[in-house]
């Protein structure tokens, strides 16, 4: 993923997040095109996965040094908590923004402690998220808020494995496109049945959000073959304004 096509996929992100939060509908529910909206609109959250996925990507292309490691929290910190206490000024809670600080504390960390045998550290990741979010859901039971960041972890473990693979060009964009197409319709399908009509809620409330894993690789994937080349100074702007889209 080059900086210019993650700037591409972040504007897509940000666009879904201001759709998901500020769009009306338009069309007569029950009609071809209302439901057609309504599906889209459902499933629009897909925008912060997104954004948790290139978020991840970014900090394994560019792993930070421990001895810039506090410098790095610093200014992440002071980029986007303003935004957080602004917001609770009008008694709004975005824990989005929480979540994010969350991910710049411990993911350097956990980067540098996983990236010698990777293979073995997906497992590994993957079942420490599943016994801490069985633990905190099914014992804790805390807000929806922190559940909903707790469904999203998956997707970061694997933006930072995609940056990897990246690296090591294991796959190129042409397979990337074909990918992503495939993982689209897939995606699609399994949104539709689980995070629209019937949204999965076993074991936990919130475990749809695992459904959209698919779309969102297939999101990233395509838009990612797509962008290489390309070149729009609004859409790259849109995309270094994601956070502030949120707000």
């Known amino acids: 993923m080059t900086k210019v096509s993650k700037k591409y996929v972040a504007a897509l992100a940000g666009l879904l997040i201001l759709l998901y939060h500020c769009w009306v509908p338009i069309f007569q529910f029950g009609s071809a095109a209302g439901n057609a909206e309504r599906f889209i609109l459902t499933t629009s959250f897909l925008g912060v996965d997104i954004f948790f996925f290139i978020s991840a990507y970014s900090l394994a292309t560019r792993p930070v040094e421990l001895k810039d490691y506090p410098s790095f929290i610093l200014n992440r910190a002071v980029r986007i908590l303003p935004l957080f206490f602004i917001a609770l000024l009008f008694k709004k809670f975005l824990w989005f923004i929480p979540a994010i600080m969350i991910m710049y504390l411990v993911f350097p960390l956990a980067y540098r402690a996983c990236i010698k045998k990777p293979g073995l550290s997906f497992i590994l990741l993957i079942a420490i998220w599943a016994g801490i979010t069985y633990l905190v859901l ?56 689980w995070g629209y009509l019937n949204r999965l809620n076993v074991p936990f409330k919130g475990t749809f959000y695992l459904v959209g894993i698919p779309s969102t690789i297939a999101l990233v994937f395509i838009v990612t073959a797509l962008t290489q080349n390309a070149h729009s100074t609004l859409i790259e702007m849109v995309g270094e304004m994601t956070l502030e889209l949120y707000f």
């Open 138 to 193: 099914g014992v804790i039971k805390p807000s929806k808020d922190f559940g909903i960041f707790l469904f999203r972890i998956p997707i970061i473990i694997l933006g930072a494995y995609a940056a990897k693979i990246d690296k090591e060009g294991m796959v190129s964009n042409k397979l990337k496109f074909l990918i992503g197409i495939v993982l689209l319709i897939l995606g699609t399908f399994a949104l539709y049945q």
